[in-house]
């Protein structure tokens, strides 16, 4: 079982894809990506919410 996001699936024209074992991981892994490379979306305070929302398991 593991967790992942696709950065695209937000709208963003970013090729990201992150998969980990643990969701608080994947989230982890996510924020620090935005941070770097959507500096917009971090600031959104819909970013987690959105985050969650986006998060499958595999
Ligand atoms: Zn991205």
């Known amino acids: 079982?593991?967790?992942t996001l696709t950065?695209?699936?937000t709208g963003a024209a970013c090729p990201g894809s992150f998969t980990?074992?643990?969701r608080d991981?994947?989230?982890?892994?996510v924020m620090l990506h935005a941070k770097?490379?959507?500096p917009e979306?971090?600031?959104n305070p819909d970013?987690?919410?959105m985050v969650e929302?986006?998060?499958k398991q595999v």
């Open 7 to 9: 950065c695209a699936d």
């Open 1 to 3: 079982m593991a967790y």
């Open 41 to 43: 979306l971090a600031g």
């Open 36 to 38: 770097h490379a959507h």
């Open 20 to 22: 980990t074992d643990g």
């Open 53 to 55: 929302s986006l998060i």
């Open 47 to 49: 970013m987690g919410a």
């Open 25 to 29: 991981e994947l989230v982890e892994h």
